[in-house]
């Protein structure tokens, strides 16, 4: 499963989970920055990507259009890089099964609540 992060979230996050999902990129990567919705959503589709972001438009295309691409759709506001990371992470096994998953369109991942993390 190769990822394809949206520009609303840091490059660094291929790397940062490369030891799970390797051969993922960002858009910045392929010079896609700045481009439309359209055109990411295309690109992964023919690349057999997976669109991750934590823009609307991607969840609600996945609604209108369906897969491919999959849409991993992040509800997690203005979290940093680190816990997106870990978030992807710990959610590894889902994701894999979303993407085995020949149904599935979208997938979202959310933080736990501040309560849920002190303890």
């Given at each position: 499963?190769?990822?394809f ?6 490059p660094?996050l291929?790397?940062?989970?490369a030891s ?5 990129i960002h858009?910045e990567?392929?010079?896609f920055?700045g481009?439309?919705?359209a ?8 690349e ?11 969840r609600?295309l996945?609604?209108l ?5 999959k ?5 997690v ?9 870990r978030l ?7 994701l ?17 609540e501040?309560d849920?993390?002190?303890?």
């Amino acid at each position: 499963m190769k990822l394809f992060f949206d520009e609303n979230l840091s490059p660094r996050l291929v790397a940062r989970v490369a030891s799970e999902f390797p051969g993922s990129i960002h858009v910045e990567s392929v010079g896609f920055r700045g481009r439309a919705d359209a055109a990411l959503w295309e690109y992964a589709r023919a690349e057999g990507l997976t669109l991750v972001s934590k823009d609307n438009d991607f969840r609600q295309l996945s609604f209108l259009l369906g897969p491919p691409p999959k849409v991993v759709w992040l509800s997690v506001g203005n979290a940093p890089t680190d816990e997106i990371v870990r978030l992807i992470l710990d959610r590894a096994a889902d994701l894999r099964r979303f993407d085995a998953d020949p149904e599935a369109g979208l997938l979202v991942l959310g933080l736990p609540e501040a309560d849920d993390r002190r303890g």
